[in-house]
């Protein structure tokens, strides 16, 4: 198991941005697959980013992409989601969650969640 701290939300307007952060304890970061996922009041969670081991590889969601960008720093076991041109129904908990070695976005292949950090875009 790897034990994950997301960090980096709060408020912002509309159009603004945030950096989320991710940092995971434990040794085997480096060989996990990692996504970050969205649930907004009433909704699924749902995988908006997600990278390979290396970082090579990236899964965006249609609502992401072009404005999203998920990045990882092996040496520092953190990976990141850059949000850009923030819209309103960006809104929810931004999960991260540790996969296993092989790219995926499917809910029940992350193993390792961390507790959430609320995004709220006004307006």
């Known amino acids: 198991q790897v034990q994950l701290v997301e960090s980096g939300g709060g408020l912002v307007q509309a159009g603004g941005s945030l950096r989320l952060s991710c940092t995971a304890s434990g040794r085997t970061f480096s060989s996990r697959a990692m996504g970050w996922f969205r649930q907004a009041p009433g909704n699924q969670r749902e995988c908006v980013a997600a990278i390979s081991r290396s970082g090579i590889r990236t899964y965006y969601a249609d609502s992401a992409k072009g404005r999203f960008t998920i990045s990882r720093d092996n040496a520092k076991n953190t990976v990141y989601l850059q949000m850009n041109s923030l819209k309103p129904e960006d809104t929810g908990v931004y999960y991260c969650?540790?996969?296993?070695?092989?790219?995926?976005?499917?809910?029940?292949?992350?193993?390792?969640w961390g507790q959430g950090t609320h995004v709220t875009v006004s307006s």
């Open positions: 969650a540790a996969g296993s070695t092989t790219l995926t976005t499917e809910l029940s292949d992350f193993r390792s």
